[in-house]
């Protein structure tokens, strides 16, 4: 069966700072990935989706960037973070069966951001 | 433009009782629907989903959901709810070529024993 690990789980970071949130599925291959975040009383926001290695999709505008460096990991990067980074980042992965499509989540990295 | 209005912000329900929650859709043609639940701090869960064929839908814990395409509507149902079942629920479309989805604002629902 497939499993979708996030790490860290809770990360707490100096405005300013780098930032590394990392993504792996487990039991597929070349699974689409999408990174949301959900801000606080907010719903989700898609932030970046891949189809293969290498290739990314920015849907939003902003300080973050993302990569595929293999086929089942997906990173969330930022060179510098603001306040407003600040939220709960969710790693989905997807299977195309037939032609539909259903994303499953991962368990979330709660980002706080001072 | 494609949208999802989930027209509850929170729902509270006695131990035992029905359950519906309302969603809404705006979408240039028959979507794939979803709904999903978040209990606090953790990822989001796959309740049902919709692609084509019989409108009404069954789910994992005894939810069920209609698609409802006059209405533009795919509410989800419980006959009868468990405390357990407190937590935050959103309603997605997705596209049919493509597969992002798009969320409602969620439901938060709480259960009075």
């Known amino acids: 069966s497939q499993t979708i690990h996030q790490w860290p789980a809770t990360l707490v970071q100096p405005v300013g700072s780098p930032l590394s949130l990392e993504c792996t599925v487990e039991g597929t291959s070349n699974p689409n990935l999408y990174w949301y975040r959900q801000a606080a009383g907010r719903g989700l926001q898609l932030l970046f989706y891949?189809?293969?290695?290498?290739?990314i999709s920015s849907e939003v505008p902003q300080n973050l960037s993302a990569s595929r460096p293999q086929d089942r990991q997906f990173i969330l990067s930022s060179k510098k973070l603001l306040l407003s980074d600040s939220g709960f980042y969710l790693c989905?992965?997807?299977?195309?069966?037939?032609?539909?499509?259903?994303?499953?989540f991962g368990p979330g990295t709660r980002l706080l951001v001072l | 433009a494609q949208s999802v209005t989930q027209p509850d912000i929170h729902i509270t329900v006695s131990e035992g009782a029905s359950l519906e929650l309302r969603c809404n859709y705006s979408?240039?043609?028959?979507?794939?629907l979803f709904w999903y639940v978040q209990s606090p701090g953790q990822g989001l869960q796959l309740l049902l989903k919709?692609?084509?064929?019989?409108?009404l839908v069954q789910g994992i814990k005894g939810f069920e959901a209609e698609f409802k395409r006059s209405q533009s509507s795919f509410n989800l149902r419980k006959p009868s709810v468990h405390w357990s079942d407190a937590a935050e629920y959103f309603c997605?479309?997705?596209?049919?070529?493509?597969?992002?989805?798009?969320f409602g604002q969620g439901t938060e629902l709480s259960v009075k024993p």
């Open positions: 979408y240039g043609a028959t979507p794939y």
């Open positions: 997605a479309v997705g596209a049919r070529v493509g597969g992002k989805l798009i």
């Open positions: 989905a992965w997807s299977l195309k069966v037939g032609g539909r499509e259903t994303q499953y």
């Open positions: 891949s189809v293969g290695i290498g290739q």
């Open positions: 919709y692609f084509s064929g019989d409108t």
